[in-house]
Nanobody
Framework: QVQLVESGGGLVQAGESLRLSCAAS????????MGWYRQAPGNQRELVAT???????NYADFVKGRFTISGDFAKNTVYLQMNSLKPEDTAVYYC????????????WGQGTQVTVSS
């Protein structure tokens, strides 16, 4: 399977930016989609953005125009550039990798905290 390690979270003020990184290791040759999800206290985990090995991206409506996902599948790394951050973006951000299958393994990182103060 795949192991994922996120980095880049932190505490920022509203309107500022952060860049998250996710590095994959293990059976990375089988990854075809990587993405970012987030979970705020008391809420379910939700999709933020995904990118395929073909470069196709998908965004949640609430981050369109503010966040940009990019990836280098050759280097097994995906990034999330977050601009114009809002207090409601405060959450733990998780990296996810989907592998080609069958079997269709899914792997999650341990998460990185993003806190946006008003």
């Amino acid at each position: 399977q795949v192991q994922l390690v996120e980095s880049g979270g932190g505490l920022v003020q509203a309107g500022e930016s952060l860049r998250l990184s996710c590095a994959a290791s293990g059976n990375t040759f089988s990854i075809n989609i990587m993405g970012w999800y987030r979970q705020a206290p008391g809420n379910q985990r939700e999709l933020v953005a995904t990118i395929s090995s073909a470069g196709v991206t998908n965004y949640a409506d609430f981050v369109k125009g503010r966040f940009t996902i990019s990836g280098d599948f050759a280097k097994n790394t995906v990034y999330l550039q977050m601009n114009s951050l809002k207090p409601e973006d405060t959450a733990v951000y998780y990296c996810k990798a989907n592998e080609r299958g069958p079997p269709y393994y899914i792997s999650w990182g341990q998460g990185t905290q993003v806190t946006v103060s008003s």
